[in-house]
């Protein structure tokens, strides 16, 4: 059984650990979702917010800021709430709403939309104020477990200078999204030491791919699909078996740049991620570090910022979506001269639907190959990563081992 929470520490012990069609700005119009949320009774009300704090359990005394160890959220279980809130753009079609909470109660969850998906100002789902109330009462709320995004868009990086990353690693849960969501991930990590999941937004296409892999990574024992599944013709189900050419985790393991105390996996169960046969290698081997990354616009906005990643030692991994490859040569270019390319482990590079160039230009491979190759380090492209109807759901921040001949990346989830 998982305890409240799990804290990985000792990080500096990490390099002698055991292991080695729409852009995302794009925005969607409101139509009549006060009704039906309300008349649903899916909204929680800021009025008992006040009801939650004193009923919760709390981690440690002293500032978030003060001490970043690792904390890995508990898993999910038949029956657990999960809510949904609105960072970003305005969510408009009742339909989508309703698919979620279909698919999402499928897998045994009961979902409780926040106040924030029905809202609206100017392009946003409500204010700044009222997106970052929202996701405050649900990390405040024990009745839910977990707290997914409706959608991506513009707007989350709003929300950093309100929000109160202390409360949130005093009551972690999981939180999980992607696109513009990356700047949440990022700024937990970074300010609260939570590792949260970069996986699908409410709004996701909840394709057999995308729902397996948030199953397997976000339930509690996998979700009932064994403890390592894999994709595109093989799979191992129950089993913990390596990666050929990388030494299984184990024991203890950290993020450069995030101090901590000690953990061990030794119970836990190895999940292994593998596409579905699409994948380019440019650069074959195996490599293990913290998983760091997301949408590359916004790990480009990060840069300068207090929460702007470590990178030095980690499996960096990018998407994006509707940037032809001069842009992606752009933002690549950008990481390269900010140092948040030197001394990576490895990278990957998920889809980038909508990001061809006339016949004439460079190809996004030859850009990637451009920029990535002289490191010397292992480079796939095409996993499952980003705006796609298939979309893995990965632990921002959490150890991981990338083998770049199989497309495949693994890790030890904690039991």
Aim: aromatic share 8%.
């Amino acid at each position: 059984m998982w305890s409240r929470f799990y804290t990985l520490r000792s990080f500096s012990t990490f390099r002698n650990m055991h292991s080695t069609g729409m852009k995302r700005s794009d925005f969607l119009t409101l139509a009549g979702l006060g009704m039906m949320l309300s008349s649903s009774g899916l909204i929680l009300s800021a009025s008992r917010a006040n009801l939650y704090a004193s009923g919760v359990q709390r981690f440690a005394p002293g500032m978030a800021q003060k001490d970043h160890s690792l904390i890995y959220p508990s898993p999910l279980k038949p029956g657990d709430t999960i809510a949904i809130v609105a960072t970003a753009g305005i969510v408009s079609d009742e339909g989508t709403l309703l698919l979620m909470r279909q698919e999402l109660e499928a897998m045994g969850l009961k979902v409780r939309f926040g106040a924030s998906v029905e809202l609206r100002h100017g392009y946003f789902s409500g204010t700044d104020k009222e997106r970052a109330d929202d996701l405050h009462r649900m990390f405040l709320d024990p009745e839910v477990k977990a707290i997914m995004a409706v959608r991506g868009g513009w707007g989350t990086a709003r929300l950093i200078p309100l929000l109160d990353f202390e409360m949130i690693r005093k009551y972690p849960k999981i939180f999980c999204g992607f696109s513009d969501n990356t700047t949440l991930h990022l700024a937990m990590l970074k300010h609260a030491g939570l590792v949260s999941f970069h996986g699908p937004n409410g709004n996701a296409e909840w394709s057999e791919l995308t729902k397996n892999t948030f199953r397997m990574v976000l339930f509690e024992g996998g979700g009932g699909l064994g403890g390592s599944v894999g994709f595109g013709g093989t799979a191992e189900v129950g089993g913990t078996a390596g990666v050929e050419g990388t030494v299984g985790l184990g024991g203890t393991a950290g993020v450069e740049g995030i101090a901590g105390v000690a953990a061990n996996t030794a119970n836990g169960r190895k999940v292994h991620l593998r596409s579905d046969g699409m994948t380019t290698v440019l650069r074959g081997g195996g490599a293990s570090g913290p998983l760091i990354g997301g949408n590359l616009s916004i790990l480009i906005s990060s840069i300068g910022t207090s929460y702007q990643p470590e990178t030095k030692g980690s499996i960096l991994f990018a998407e994006d979506i509707g940037e032809p490859p001069y842009k992606i040569d752009r933002m690549l270019t950008h990481l390269k001269l900010a140092g948040m390319l030197d001394g990576i482990s490895g990278f990957v590079f998920g889809t980038c639907l909508n990001c061809k160039e006339a016949e004439s230009a460079f190809s996004l491979r030859d850009v990637l190959e451009h920029h990535l190759l002289p490191l010397d380090v292992p480079v796939v492209m095409g996993l499952d990563i980003g705006h796609h109807e298939r979309n893995f759901t990965l632990p921002v921040g959490w150890p991981v081992e990338l083998q770049a001949d199989t497309g495949q990346l693994s890790t030890w989830l904690p039991e």
